[in-house]
C-alpha cells in the first residue's frame, strides 16, 4: 500500500512523497523534482500544453473517464472575460479515499497541476472545492497556495511569464451532491448545491456564467508528470485505452485495504488476493463493487477475468468508476449492503428531480422492509421498476446511481433476497 | 405575424403534426401552438424553468435521453413524440414517485377538482398504486397573510419559491433540508408578512400545497363558475376571472394578460371583492320624494321620470362614479346633453402612493383605487373632492336645477344632499340616506352583474363580462338612462353593451375603430389602430 508502505507492483507516480510530511513543503516538493513541469508549461504555450495532454491519454479520474486534454479543448480559445478552473476535490463517493490522500500528502502536486491546468484553458482563477470534512487536508491545502504565492508560482505575472492565476481553496459544507460538477459550481456561488441542467455545459456558461473546466484531484496531480515527462512516458504503463496508472481505494474484506497505485489494466485478482493479500483464513470472495457506490456490483465469477480499466470493468459488467474497489467475502448481506448504499443516496440527493426524491427513499424502505423480514416477491419487481423509472430521467446521475446497486444485486444475489423474504425473518436492522 | 419577418423560424414534426415556431422556441411552448398539452408542473410561462419537476420529458427522435420539454428548444427537422409509449411510461412513472408520498386527501382538499396532481393521474397514472410504505409527513404551517401550506401535498415544484425570489423580488421562501426530507419554509417568524403579492403563490401552487385562508373550505372548485372580469379595485385594470358560486363572488383570481398584469394580480386587488356580493341592495324603481315614494315597474317608472326630465330645470349637474363602465358614463354624459347640457363630475379614491411588482412592473397597484378614471376622462367629467374620495360637493346643497347621480353612495354627504334641487334623480346600486331628497331611486347593477369596459391607466380598454344575477329589478345603467334617452326623443334604445359601446364613441373620438370583437380578451389601446379581428391574442 501507498503508505504507510508499498506494494513492489504498485508504480509511484502520484503517490510519490506520501507519508513523508517533507513532501508538504515547496521545498520537499521541489526535491521531487516539482514545479518543473509548471515551468515547461509556462515555455511551452497552451496549445502544446493541452496537446501533450491528449497525447497522453490521461482520462479524467473523477468518474466518468472523460479524455482530460480533449475537455480542456472543450473551452472557448478567445477569451471574453474571465475563464475559472474548479478542482473537485469534494471527494465523497461512498468507498473511495484518495482525493484526500493527495490533498494531505501532496498539495503542491495538485497546486502545480491546477496552474497548468489553468494555463491550458487561460483560466484566471482555479477553485479548488475540498470537502469540509477534510480538515486537515483544508489546512495543508491552504498553507501550500500560500507558500505557492510566496514562490511567486501563484497569483499576478507568474515568474515574470505575464501569466497570472489566482488560487483560492473553498471549504464544502458537507453534502454529497456538491461534487456533482455544476451542483459544485452553484456551491461555489454561494447558493444551494443543486445540479444544473446540460445544456449549457460548463465550457460554455460555468462558475459565474463563465466558461468554466472542472477536474477531479488525482486528474490534476497526474498532470505536473507528464507534462514534465512528456504524453508518451505516461503511456508505459496502462492500456491503449486506458493509460497511465491510477489510486485503487480497496476496502472491504482484505487483509491489506488502503490506496495502491497501479497501471490501469491490472487484473483484479492479483489486486484482491496478492496486493490486498486476500481473505482472511475460511473465507471466500462473494462480491466486488469496483468503482464506487453507484456502479453495478459484480459476482465472484465476474471478477475472476476482470481487468481493472476504463473498458475491461465495463466488458466485466460494471464501471470502473473512482476504482474504489469494494470487496465482500461471503460473510456478507448483500440487501444490507445495498439498503445502505441506497439510503446514502437519499439522504444526499438534493430533492429537485421527483424520482431521485421520491424514488431513492421507495426504494430503500422497501429494502429495509425486505431485509426486516417482511419483503414478498413482488417487492423485488417493484424495486426493479422503480428503478428503471429513475433511470434517464432526472437532472444529474445520483438517481441512476441509485437504481444500479439495486437492479445488479437483484440480477446477480436474487438467492440472497428470497433467502430473507421466504424465510420471513429479521436480520439485524442497522 | 411580424416576429417571423424578422426572428428565423425552425420547422419540426411533433406528434405526426408541422411545427414551425421562431427559434428558441421550447417544445412544451411550440406543442401548444398546435394544442399539444404537455404535462408539467415546475414550468409556468411567467417563471424560470430549472426542469426538476421532470414530468414534461418527451421522446425526440434519435436522442439517447428523454428530453425536459420545458427547456429542450425546438431544432429544425427534429420528430417529437409527446404520446409515445416511452415518453408516456416516464411519465406514469413520475407521477407514481409523486404518489407515493401524497397524502390523497382530495375529498378536503381546496385544489380538488382544479388540481393538476389530480388530473394527470386520471389522464394517465397508474390505475393502482404500488407504494406499501408508511408516508412521510409535514403537517400544516401558516406561512402569514392570507397563505397556508399543508406541506404533505407539496410537489417541491418550487413554483412559489421562484415566484418569490423572480417576481415578487422579495424572497421570502426557500427550500430547506434536501432529498426526501426538503420542504418549503419561511424565514423565521415573519412568513409572508409585508409581501404586497404574496397571493399569487396560491394560484400557481399546481397542487393544494397552498390555499387561501379567506378561501378555506367556502367552495368547491367544481361548483364554481369562472366569468372574465378586470379587477376593479385600481386603475391598473388586471386580468381576472370572477370565481362564483350561487351568485356570490368567493374569489379573484388573475387572468393572464401579458401586456397588462402578466399572470399576476396584487393582494389589495385580490381581497376586495366582498362588497361585490352586498345584499343591502336597491331593487325596484322608486318615483316621488322619500316620504311619498312609490315602487313602480320599470315602464311607468321610466315614464314618470322621463315626464319630469322633459321640463327639467336648469342648469343640470351630474354626480358619477369612476368605478363605471365606459357604456354607464357615455349613456349618462348623452341624457344631459339631450337635457342640454352640463357638468359632470366624479370623486374618486387616491392612495398615497403606488406599489410595482418590482419583476413586472408594468403591473402596479396605482395611486387611482378605480378602474374607470381614465373613462370619465375622456368623456370630460371632472375629478373634484379629496384623495380619499370625499368633498368635493360642498356648493351643491343650494343647487336648484337639476341633479343627477350615477353610483356615487355620497356617504360623506348624506341626507344633506340635493334638498332643494328642482329635480333630483339616483342612479345606484345600494341605499344610501343621501338619495333621500331624490325624487327618483333607480336600481342599476354592479360591474359583477352586467357587461361592460373599462380604460385602464395606460388607457387600454378593457371588457368584463357579467358573473352574478342583478337582484330585482336592477337593470344596467347604460339601459336605464338610454331608455331615458330615448323617451326624451333621442336615439332608440341599444340593443347590447356592445351598441352602447359604439355609442359612446360618438361623445370620444379616443373610442372611435374600437368594437368589442376588436378588444376582444385581452384589451386594445385608445386610438389604436383597430387590428383586425382575433388576431391580438
Ligand atoms: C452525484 C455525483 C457526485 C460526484 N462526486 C464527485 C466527487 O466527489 N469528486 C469528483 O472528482 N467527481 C465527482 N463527480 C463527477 C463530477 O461531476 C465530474 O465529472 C468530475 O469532477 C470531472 O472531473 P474529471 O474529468 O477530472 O474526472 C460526481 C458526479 C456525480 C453525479
Ligand atoms: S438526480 Fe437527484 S441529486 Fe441529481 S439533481 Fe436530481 S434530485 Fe438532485
Ligand atoms: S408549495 Fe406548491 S408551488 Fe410551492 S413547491 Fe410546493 S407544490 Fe410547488
Ligand atoms: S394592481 Fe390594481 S387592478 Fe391589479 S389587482 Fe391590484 S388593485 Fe386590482
Ligand atoms: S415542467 Fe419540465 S421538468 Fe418540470
Known sequence: ?430 | MSESATKPMVTATLDGRTVTVPKGTTILQAAETVGVWVPHYCYHPGLSSPAQCRLCLVEVQGAPKLAPSCVTELQEGQVVHTESPKAKEMRQGVLEFYLANHPLDCPVCDQSGECKLQDYVHAEGRVHGRSREPKRGFGRDDYGRDVLFYGDRCGRCTRCVRFMDEVAKDPRLTVVERGNRSVIDTFFEEGLQGSAFAGNIVDICPVGALVSKDFLHKARAWDLDHSPSVCPNCSQGCNIDLHVRDDVVQRLRPRANLEVNHHWMCDYGRHRYEWMNRQDRIEVPVVGSSADGVALEWGLALRQVADRLANAPQPVMAVASASSSNEDLGALAHLVRALGGGEIVFRSERAEKEIPLPGFPTLTRRYDLVPNRMGAEILGMTRVGKDDGTGGLEGWAAHRGTLLVLGDELRDVGVDFGPSAGLYVYLGSYPTPAASSAHAVLPVTTFAEGEGTFANVEGRVQRFWPGVRPPGLARPAWLVLAALVERLGGAAVPESAEAAFLRVAELAPELQGLTYEAIGTQGALLNEPVALPGSRS
Open chain 1, 1 to 430: 500500500m501507498a503508505y504507510p508502505y508499498v506494494h513492489e507492483k504498485e508504480v509511484q507516480i502520484v503517490s510519490r512523497g506520501w507519508g513523508k510530511p517533507r513532501t508538504r513543503t515547496i521545498d520537499g516538493w521541489r526535491e521531487l523534482d516539482g514545479y518543473v513541469g509548471f515551468r515547461k508549461a509556462l515555455e511551452m504555450g497552451r496549445a502544446a500544453v493541452i496537446e501533450e495532454v491528449k497525447k497522453s491519454g490521461l482520462r479524467g479520474r473523477g468518474g466518468a473517464g472523460f479524455p482530460t486534454g480533449l475537455k480542456w479543448s472543450f473551452m472557448p480559445k478567445e477569451k471574453r472575460g474571465p475563464h475559472y478552473l474548479c478542482c473537485n476535490a469534494d471527494e465523497s463517493e461512498p468507498g473511495t479515499f484518495k482525493d484526500r490522500e493527495l490533498l494531505r500528502w501532496t498539495p503542491h502536486q495538485l497546486v502545480e497541476g491546477c496552474l497548468i491546468g489553468a494555463l491550458a484553458i487561460q483560466a484566471d482563477h482555479v477553485y479548488i472545492y475540498c470537502r469540509g470534512e477534510f480538515f486537515e487536508a483544508n489546512q495543508v491545502l491552504a498553507r501550500a497556495v500560500e507558500e505557492a504565492y510566496a514562490a511567486g508560482l501563484a497569483g499576478a505575472n507568474i515568474l515574470g511569464s505575464g501569466v497570472s492565476i489566482d488560487v483560492t481553496v473553498h471549504q464544502g459544507a458537507g453534502a454529497y451532491i456538491c461534487g456533482e460538477e455544476t451542483a459544485l459550481m452553484s456551491s461555489l456561488e454561494g447558493r444551494r448545491g443543486l445540479p444544473r441542467v446540460k445544456p449549457p455545459f460548463p465550457a460554455a456558461v460555468g462558475a459565474f456564467g463563465r466558461p468554466t473546466t472542472i477536474n477531479n484531484v488525482e486528474t490534476l496531480c497526474a498532470i505536473p508528470h507528464i507534462v514534465r515527462n512528456g504524453g508518451e512516458w505516461y503511456r508505459q504503463w496502462g492500456t491503449e485505452k486506458s493509460p497511465g496508472t491510477k489510486l485503487f481505494c480497496v476496502s472491504g474484506h482484505v487483509r491489506r485495504p488502503g490506496n495502491y497505485e497501479l497501471p490501469l489494466g491490472f487484473p483484479m485478482n492479483e489486486l484482491i488476493y496478492d496486493v490486498c493479500g486476500g481473505f482472511e483464513e475460511g473465507r471466500k470472495l462473494k462480491a466486488v463493487i469496483p468503482g464506487g457506490a453507484s456502479v453495478p456490483i459484480l459476482s465472484a465469477d465476474e471478477c475472476l477475468a476482470c481487468c481493472l480499466d476504463y473498458e475491461g470493468v465495463q466488458k466485466s459488467g460494471s464501471m470502473l468508476g473512482c476504482a474504489s474497489v469494494i470487496v465482500m467475502d461471503d460473510r456478507t448481506n448483500i440487501v444490507k449492503q445495498v439498503r445502505r448504499m441506497v439510503e446514502f443516496f437519499a439522504h444526499e440527493s438534493c430533492g429537485q428531480c421527483t424520482p431521485c426524491r421520491e424514488g431513492t427513499t421507495w426504494l430503500s424502505r422497501i429494502l429495509r422492509r425486505i431485509e426486516g423480514g417482511k419483503g414478498t416477491e413482488e417487492d423485488l419487481e417493484t424495486l426493479l421498476a422503480l428503478g428503471t423509472q429513475m433511470t434517464a430521467t432526472t437532472i444529474c446521475v445520483l438517481s441512476d446511481s441509485a437504481a444500479v446497486p439495486v437492479a445488479s444485486s437483484i440480477q446477480k444475489f436474487r438467492d440472497d433476497y428470497l433467502a430473507l423474504i421466504r424465510r420471513g425473518e429479521a436480520v439485524g436492522v442497522v
